[in-house]
């Protein structure tokens, strides 16, 4: 005989799980409104990834901004203003990467700061590694930022191209 006046414990986790996405999706969508604009639409783990880059950079200018207002000051010796001086050049910009999937293209993005010894021929390596074949490669220097692009396209279109294995290749790369 069915139950009257209840509802099923189904029909509450349904709703339950419903509450819970919802949720979700509103908090990446803040996370998303407070990054930089993206190029195109970002998936999550690629919006949380970009959180992380973006919170470690946050850091990184927030101690060097620190050291520089101290260095401004003028309480520190110049052995410790020429080490301050040092740190904030190497530390300045930390590369970030940045792999979009456009079905049988690929495209690469990497910023990095004019002083770090980037090796862009290491990346392309590993694209070619992994069976892709650069098409066009462009880059522009910001201040003391270097802004690279390269779009590459699969060796073989009905294999592709393992987007995630490229990703995490350029990753340890980068580190």
């Not at 998303?32 to 946050?58: C, N, W, Y």
């Not at 080490?83 to 190497?90: H, K, N």
Request: charged content about 30%; hydrophobic content about 35%.
């Amino acid at each position: 005989m069915p139950r009257r006046g209840r509802s099923s414990p189904r029909v509450d986790r349904n709703a339950l799980e419903r509450d819970r996405r919802q949720y979700m999706k509103e908090l990446s969508s803040r996370l998303g409104f407070l990054l930089p604009p993206p190029l195109s639409k970002r998936s999550l783990p690629e919006l949380l990834d970009q959180a992380t880059t973006h919170v470690k950079q946050l850091g990184q200018r927030v101690e060097m901004l620190k050291q520089k207002k101290q260095l401004l000051e003028g309480s520190r010796t110049d052995d410790q203003i020429t080490g301050i001086r040092d740190q904030m050049m190497s530390d300045a910009w930390s590369p970030v990467l940045t792999v979009r999937d456009l079905g049988s293209m690929l495209e690469v993005c990497v910023k990095s700061g004019s002083n770090k010894k980037f090796l862009l021929h290491q990346v392309i390596q590993v694209l070619v590694e992994e069976a892709a074949q650069v098409v066009a490669l462009s880059y522009s220097n910001v201040g003391d930022r270097i802004f690279y692009t390269i779009n590459a396209e699969a060796v073989s279109p009905r294999i592709g191209i393992e987007t995630s294995r490229v990703r995490e290749r350029l990753k340890e790369l980068m580190l």
